[in-house]
Nanobody, 113 residues
Framework: QVQLVESGGGLVQPGGSLRLSCAAS????????MAWYRQAPGKERDMVAR???????YYQGSLKGRFTISRDNAKNTVYLQMNSLKPEDTAVYYC???????WGQGTQVTVSS
């Protein structure tokens, strides 16, 4: 059974930082790329970033430079470091096994003063 468990969301002021974590089942993690998506109220779920099983990252264009995706294969965990957060980054953030229908429960990120 595949399990993805996100953590690290919360309320942060504009300009602040958060680091999201996603712990995954070992058997699904090591051989697959992983991705972070986000969904704001009333909007579609969009990919934020993905990382290959070898650690090569790709970003949605406008987020590169503020967000950093990484993974620790020894811990079966993928991370999303988010800096210089803006109110428009407010969304539920989801972890995903890239290209497969496995999702975490989501973690809420709210950027507000």
């Amino acid at each position: 059974q595949v399990q993805l468990v996100e953590s690290g969301g919360g309320l942060v002021q504009p300009g602040g930082s958060l680091r999201l974590s996603c712990a995954a089942s070992g058997s699904i993690f090591r051989g697959n790329a992983m991705a972070w998506y986000r969904q704001a109220p009333g909007k579609e779920r969009d990919m934020v970033a993905r990382i290959t099983n070898g650690g090569v990252p790709y970003y949605q264009g406008s987020l590169k430079g503020r967000f950093t995706i990484s993974r620790d294969n020894a811990k079966n965990t993928v991370y999303l470091q988010m800096n210089s957060l803006k109110p428009e980054d407010t969304a539920v953030y989801y972890c995903n096994v890239y290209g497969l229908p496995y999702w975490g429960q989501g973690t809420q990120v709210t950027v507000s003063s």
